[in-house]
């Protein structure tokens, strides 16, 4: 694979029917055209991901999304209006250019326009190109399938190298500046349900359209399951308190195997690796996912992880963590 910061030649990648790493200001993405069924093929053996897990289809403008949904409902729209270019997917019903190697063979569409400018610069290029300004880029985040999301050019070589051809590119945008995927939205609905948790949040949905947020959903979306964004390190969502309690069972010698992860008013126990000391919510979701590869880089056998308050994107910091503790 090749590394770009031009993003002509991640455009030039994807019509060939290459793959192109992409950024955007949630996560990294690991691209392919939308409607290129063998490129979608080699982005589900890169990841391993499993086949009827839906991709995040995503276009240059709102004005495209009538070519990649179908009934999209009037709140949909208000929260377009409101919050795209940004971190939000929205979950509509499907077109007939929606294929089901894109949609997981589900009847909808998961559709997002990302705020990085290099992905809008892409998508731009990529549809002059094709003669096509509605063309779709489908980007999961180009990491192994349950494995933690990269947020800087660095991280897709690193996690996907072995994966991908000499044809294709990584397009260097520097470091997310959100560092956690966006919040999707299922709109299929007569009421906006969440399915997962970003920077936009619950109550920015119910303040935009003046409606309940929905739980519950039979739509599959990405990033949901219980066991996620997992380094190879154990990672133990503890409460402060705990702390002290917890280090008593790591002997002196075996604490430098151990990492924190916490915010930089939590003190760092005696011997124990600090990975990241955020300031706000936003700046622990900004760092999240490159603690959590120091921890694996440090080969570090446990991560104690101290999470933000629940408010505003630290409920989506909270959401991962939790994900990342899973242990079948």
């Given at each position: 694979?090749?590394?770009?910061?031009?993003?002509?030649?991640?455009?030039?990648?994807?019509?060939?029917?290459?793959?192109?790493?992409?950024?955007?200001?949630?996560?990294?993405?690991?691209?392919?055209?939308?409607?290129?069924?063998?490129?979608?093929?080699?982005?589900?053996?890169?990841?391993?991901?499993?086949?009827?897990?839906?991709?995040?289809?995503?276009?240059?403008?709102?004005?495209?999304?009538?070519?990649?949904?179908?009934?999209?409902?009037?709140?949909?729209?208000?929260?377009?209006?409101?919050?795209?270019?940004?971190?939000?997917?929205?979950?509509?019903?499907?077109?007939?250019?929606?294929?089901?190697?894109?949609?997981?063979?589900?009847?909808?569409?998961?559709?997002?326009?990302?705020?990085?400018?290099?992905?809008?610069?892409?998508?731009?290029?990529?549809?002059?190109?094709?003669?096509?300004?509605?063309?779709?880029?489908?980007?999961?985040?180009?990491?192994?399938?349950?494995?933690?999301?990269?947020?800087?050019?660095?991280?897709?070589?690193?996690?996907?190298?072995?994966?991908?051809?000499?044809?294709?590119?990584?397009?260097?945008?520097?470091?997310?500046?959100?560092?956690?995927?966006?919040?999707?939205?299922?709109?299929?609905?007569?009421?906006?349900?969440?399915?997962?948790?970003?920077?936009?949040?619950?109550?920015?949905?119910?303040?935009?359209?003046?409606?309940?947020?929905?739980?519950?959903?039979?739509?599959?979306?990405?990033?949901?399951?219980?066991?996620?964004?997992?380094?190879?390190?154990?990672?133990?969502?503890?409460?402060?308190?705990?702390?002290?309690?917890?280090?008593?069972?790591?002997?002196?010698?075996?604490?430098?195997?151990?990492?924190?992860?916490?915010?930089?008013?939590?003190?760092?126990?005696?011997?124990?690796?600090?990975?990241?000391?955020?300031?706000?919510?936003?700046?622990y979701a900004q760092c999240l996912y490159a603690a959590l590869r120091e921890a694996d880089a440090l080969e570090l056998d446990t991560v104690l992880a101290i999470a933000p308050e629940p408010s505003g994107i630290g409920a989506?910091?909270?959401?991962?963590?939790?994900?990342?503790?899973?242990?079948?």
């Amino acid at each position: 694979m090749r590394l770009t910061t031009d993003p002509r030649v991640a455009a030039e990648a994807l019509a060939r029917g290459d793959l192109a790493g992409l950024p955007t200001e949630t996560v990294y993405g690991l691209g392919a055209r939308a409607d290129q069924a063998r490129a979608i093929a080699r982005i589900y053996a890169a990841k391993g991901r499993p086949a009827d897990h839906p991709l995040i289809v995503h276009i240059a403008q709102a004005s495209n999304l009538d070519s990649w949904g179908l009934r999209v409902p009037a709140y949909a729209r208000e929260l377009i209006a409101e919050l795209w270019p940004g971190p939000l997917t929205i979950v509509v019903d499907r077109s007939p250019r929606a294929h089901d190697f894109v949609t997981g063979g589900q009847p909808s569409v998961a559709l997002r326009v990302s705020a990085h400018p290099l992905m809008a610069e892409v998508l731009d290029h990529l549809g002059a190109l094709g003669g096509d300004p509605s063309i779709g880029i489908a980007a999961p985040s180009a990491n192994r399938f349950g494995r933690v999301s990269p947020t800087t050019a660095a991280h897709v070589i690193s996690e996907l190298a072995d994966f991908m051809t000499d044809d294709d590119v990584v397009l260097d945008g520097g470091e997310c500046a959100v560092g956690v995927e966006s919040t999707i939205v299922d709109c299929t609905g007569e009421l906006p349900r969440l399915l997962r948790q970003g920077a936009v949040t619950a109550d920015d949905i119910t303040r935009i359209t003046g409606l309940a947020v929905g739980a519950g959903s039979s739509i599959r979306a990405s990033g949901t399951l219980d066991s996620h964004y997992s380094p190879a390190a154990d990672v133990q969502l503890i409460e402060r308190e705990q702390l002290t309690e917890l280090l008593g069972d790591h002997p002196r010698e075996r604490r430098s195997a151990t990492g924190l992860l916490a915010m930089a008013h939590v003190s760092t126990p005696a011997g124990i690796v600090r990975l990241a000391a955020p300031q706000t919510s936003d700046d622990y979701a900004q760092c999240l996912y490159a603690a959590l590869r120091e921890a694996d880089a440090l080969e570090l056998d446990t991560v104690l992880a101290i999470a933000p308050e629940p408010s505003g994107i630290g409920a989506a910091v909270i959401d991962r963590l939790t994900r990342a503790a899973h242990r079948a």
